[in-house]
């Protein structure tokens, strides 16, 4: 019965989860000269809680599991993270209306649910120095790969790779680091590397 099969997407978060604990620090330190140094800290706080609601919980479908995750990262995170991905999850949520499965296009939807939703959210575009520089390339690069029949999660890495290192030549005009202006050069932007090491650990689960 469908009340038994494992979650995919419980072990997604899960896998998400694990590895953002794991670079907490790192992602601290990236935050800490144009930030609040506090970006791994409220990430895993997020992810955690995302964890603790859906491990062992009952599957139901993929829209209403993305629903669950919204609720609990925006109850476990205050600040402006908390409502971004907050959003993301539920415009996933709502792109996976109807789906019983969690197969490659759905995984598509779902990347741009994520990419739509934090945009949204932000009110921020590519180019501004934030997590949707690799947001939505990634689910850009999705959407090419899975449109000409090819392995989504490669496409998906490489863009997000790619999207995060080019945050160090940017300056930043969204969140607390645009008010350092042309000083935010030559830093990474933490938000768009724990975006990209989200979409490794989801390829990880998924790829």
Known sequence: MQQNRPDPIAALFAAVSEVVEAQKSYLCELDGPIGDGDHGTTMALGFRAVQRVLAGGPVTDPAETFRR??????????????????????????????????????QVLMLEGVAAGIAERGKARRGDKTMLDVWLPAAEAARGA??????????VLEAAERGAEATGAMVASRGRA?????????????GAV???LILKAMAGVLG
Request: proline share 6%; glycine share 10%; net charge negative.
């Open 194 to 196: 724990s975006a990209a």
């Open 178 to 190: 645009a008010r350092l202006g042309e000083r935010s050069l030559g830093h990474l932007d933490p």
């Open 146 to 155: 899975l449109d000409v029949d090819r392995p989504i999660w490669p496409a």
């Open 69 to 106: 995750a919204a609720a609990a990262f925006l109850d476990a995170v205050g600040a402006s993270t908390g409502p971004l991905y907050a959003t993301g999850f539920r415009r996933a949520a709502q792109r996976l209306d109807g789906r019983e499965g969690f197969a490659t296009e759905e």
